[in-house]
């Protein structure tokens, strides 16, 4: 049985930084989509296009940032034997979400601002709201791993 298990030895580590980074593509895809209709309405009114809806477009990239922290925290626990499957594959699927949210918050900020003009402060604060969730979900992961590791 021992030989079965150490076969997914590392399915804790990979699972953080993988379900982190496909939310992380998928909330970047949506908000970017968004952001490139905006530009398109943008010239096809000959409107100034706002360079700042990249910043609606990239935001859901921090999480997978967020997941290779933690992820190198799980990667020195398993290298000790605590392999730590179900804190990786939950952490990465909540930061992951996070993520998508995001990017979902970004499109429709993206929409908005692309509309009028106006209202970036308001936008981004709304993302970092979001964003506060897998920050939230990383601090709080990295203290159980450290009482795990004592």
């Not at 000959?46 to 940032?65: C, D, E, H, R, Y």
């Not at 990667?75 to 996070?98: D, F, H, P, Q, R």
């Amino acid at each position: 049985m021992q030989g079965v298990l150490a076969q997914f030895k590392d399915l804790g580590v990979g699972a953080v930084l993988a379900f982190s980074a496909m939310g992380s593509a998928l909330g970047a895809g949506v908000a970017g989509m968004a952001a490139v209709g905006a530009w398109k309405k943008s010239f096809a009114q000959n409107k100034t296009a706002s360079f700042m809806l990249v910043a609606f477009a990239g935001a859901p990239l921090t999480q997978t940032i967020y997941g290779m922290i933690v992820m190198n925290k799980v990667a020195e626990l398993a290298a000790k034997g605590s392999y730590l499957w179900t804190i990786g594959v939950l952490c990465g699927i909540a930061m992951g979400l996070s993520a998508l949210m995001q990017g979902k918050a970004g499109a429709v900020a993206c929409d908005a601002m692309g509309e009028t003009g106006k209202g970036f402060g308001n936008y981004i604060v709304v993302l970092g709201i979001v964003e506060t969730v897998a920050l939230f979900v990383m601090a709080f992961t990295l203290g159980v791993l450290d009482k795990i590791a004592a």
